[in-house]
T-cell receptor
Framework: AQKITQTQPGMFVQEKEAVTLDCTYD???????LFWYKQPSSGEMIFLIY??????QNATEGRYSLNFQKARKSANLVISASQLGDSAMYFC???????????FGGGTRVLVKP | KAGVTQTPRYLIKTRGQQVTLSCSPI?????VSWYQQTPGQGLQFLFE???????NKGNFPGRFSGRQFSNSRSEMNVSTLELGDSALYLC?????????????FGPGTRLTVL
């Protein structure tokens, strides 16, 4: 069975600083995908970044980058130059090769301080 | 391009009633997945539909059911509502049967059971 662990329930970050959100996963499948989503207080899940298990390079999308360490089974999200609008819940999720079912971690709440 | 839409956005029901939630995927997307989000259990997968066929089902009682129409719109139904069914219900759409990096969520339907 797949499992996603986010060990940081909440964290504060100063505006304009970088922040790293931890995510570790457990799966026996050789092929899988890893996602990060942002959920503001409105509830909508906003897709941030994706990393495939066979991707050789770490994914980047604007201010978001994913630090993928396959051997350690970790997929940490790095947000550079934090903005007040980054305050939200952040979820790490994994999808097996077959189908579109996502398994989510418990989330990390980020609060950006001015 | 319109995103995933969910109706209604908010719903209040009483125990024992039934409810139907609707999800319209992004145009051209044929896969729809449903998730339940609660403070206690987090985000949990309910079921997934592709081309009107249920492809995957989570660990929920039979009171939770769903279907998908030929236009890819999907509905989920919860019968005999319980207090514990109060949650944010999210749907996600993907273009293909195995959509790798595509999983776009709607704004959710917040259900309150009194």
């Amino acid at each position: 069975a797949q499992k996603i662990t986010q060990t940081q329930p909440g964290m504060f970050v100063q505006e304009k600083e970088a922040v790293t959100l931890d995510c570790t996963y457990d799966t026996s499948d050789p092929s899988y995908g890893l996602f990060w989503y942002k959920q503001p207080s409105s509830g909508e899940m906003i897709f941030l970044i994706y990393q495939g298990s066979y991707d050789q390079q770490n994914a980047t999308e604007g201010r978001y980058s994913l630090n993928f360490q396959k051997a350690r089974k970790s997929a940490n999200l790095v947000i550079s130059a934090s903005q007040l609008g980054d305050s939200a819940m952040y979820f790490c999720a994994m999808r097996k090769a077959a189908g579109n079912k996502l398994t989510f971690g418990g989330g990390t709440r980020v609060l950006v301080k001015p | 391009k319109a995103g995933v839409t969910q109706t209604p956005r908010y719903l209040i029901k009483t125990r024992g009633q039934q409810v139907t939630l609707s999800c319209s995927p992004i145009s051209g997307h044929r896969s729809v997945s449903w998730y339940q989000q609660t403070p206690g259990q987090g985000l949990q997968f309910l079921f997934e539909y592709f081309s009107e066929t249920q492809r995957n089902k989570g660990n929920f009682p039979g009171r939770f059911s769903g279907r998908q129409f030929s236009n890819s719109r999907s509905e989920m139904n919860v019968s005999t509502l319980e207090l514990g069914d109060s949650a944010l219900y999210l749907c996600a759409s993907s273009k293909r049967e195995e959509s790798y990096n595509e999983q776009f969520f709607g704004p959710g339907t917040r259900l309150t059971v009194l």
